[in-house]
């Protein structure tokens, strides 16, 4: 989210929007035409993206969150998406300059700018955030020593911004299981190892924590279910996402080089290896044909 934010802001800030197409019954009718766009910022996995005041009002935000699939795409001035990629559109944002396509963006929100603490507020500190503080991310981590490693790190009330790979990563890099009681855990050395490593990839291609780009190598054990692990030859562990338990996700672990609870044998799928093609090769695939590559957009 933080790419996307930097990415958006160095093409957009400043750029005064001249139409606007909000395909979304709830904003079916608004139109920032004429509004100069003030900030892309993110916070967490959300993106705050700023209009100037204009009558009557004091500024306006459009708050999205991405979730699993939503994306944002540029396109140069002459140029618009193809048109088999229509329907997944909820919003337009010609500017004087590119024009800003949301893409099956399941949070889609015009508010007061004024008002944005009520869709950011709850959330704990952003990692990669300018008002960062380790001392408050601990304190929320620590809050409830009973409860499992991963889904305290994915819950968004107590660490704003790391993703389901990213902790994941962690885990096996701090030598822990997922489902570690975070009593038992050094939070501090944790926190500080999940943000230098989104922080590395900030200024490098793709989400890789191993050090090596290669394909099929980036990780050490997301997306790597039944491979051997890269320190020690055991198998490498899956399990399923919970119903019900919104950060009980999809989890990778080596049993050897995570020592600690895990779950039996029943509670995991027969063939994780096979499960929805979810593996190293295929991550980011989805991606890429919205990365913004040449070729993508083709001229009106």
């Known amino acids: 989210m933080f790419k996307a934010a930097r990415r958006m802001r160095e093409q957009l800030v400043g750029r005064?929007?001249?139409?606007?197409?909000?395909?979304?019954?709830?904003?079916?009718?608004?139109?920032?035409?004429g509004r100069r766009i003030t900030a892309f910022d993110s916070y967490g996995k959300h993106m705050l993206t700023r209009f100037s005041p204009a009558a009557g009002d004091d500024g306006l935000t459009l708050h999205t969150h991405f979730e699993m699939d939503g994306a944002w795409q540029l396109?140069?001035?002459?140029?618009?998406?193809?048109?088999s990629v229509g329907?997944?559109?909820?919003?337009?944002?010609?500017?004087?300059?590119?024009?800003?396509?949301?893409?099956?963006?399941?949070?889609?929100?015009?508010?007061p700018t004024?008002?944005?603490?009520?869709?950011?507020?709850?959330?704990?500190?952003?990692?990669?955030?300018?008002?960062?503080?380790?001392?408050?991310?601990?304190?929320r981590l620590a809050a409830d020593p009973d409860r499992p490693l991963v889904e305290t790190l994915l819950d968004q009330k107590d660490l704003a911004g790391i993703g389901n790979l990213?902790?994941?990563?962690?885990?096996?890099l701090r030598g822990h299981s997922p489902?570690?009681?975070v009593r038992d855990v050094d939070l501090r050395a944790t926190v500080r190892l999940a943000r230098r490593m989104m922080q590395h990839s900030l200024d490098h291609p793709g989400q890789v924590t191993t050090g090596d780009t290669r394909?099929?190598?980036?990780?050490?054990?997301?997306?790597?279910?039944?491979?051997?692990?890269?320190?020690?030859?055991?198998?490498?562990?899956?399990?399923d996402s919970v119903t019900g338990r919104p950060y009980a996700r999809e989890t990778w672990w080596c049993p050897r080089c995570q020592p600690g609870p895990f779950p039996?044998?029943?509670?995991?799928?027969?063939?994780?290896?096979?499960?929805?093609?979810?593996?190293?090769?295929?991550?980011?695939?989805?991606?890429?044909r919205l990365s913004g590559r040449p070729g993508y957009a083709r001229r009106a």
């Open 16 to 33: 005064t929007v001249v139409r606007s197409d909000f395909r979304v019954p709830q904003h079916a009718t608004a139109d920032l035409s």
């Open 75 to 83: 396109v140069g001035p002459g140029k618009v998406l193809p048109r």
């Open 87 to 111: 329907d997944e559109v909820r919003l337009v944002l010609a500017t004087d300059g590119p024009t800003a396509y949301a893409l099956r963006m399941p949070v889609l929100e015009l508010l």
């Open 114 to 139: 004024a008002e944005e603490d009520r869709v950011v507020g709850h959330l704990g500190p952003d990692l990669l955030g300018p008002s960062w503080d380790e001392d408050e991310a601990v304190r």
């Open 166 to 172: 990213w902790a994941v990563e962690t885990c096996f």
């Open 179 to 181: 489902w570690t009681p």
């Open 215 to 239: 394909r099929g190598q980036t990780h050490w054990v997301y997306g790597r279910a039944e491979r051997p692990c890269r320190r020690c030859a055991t198998p490498v562990a899956f399990r």
């Open 264 to 288: 039996s044998l029943e509670e995991r799928p027969t063939r994780p290896g096979l499960r929805r093609g979810v593996n190293e090769e295929s991550f980011g695939s989805r991606t890429k």
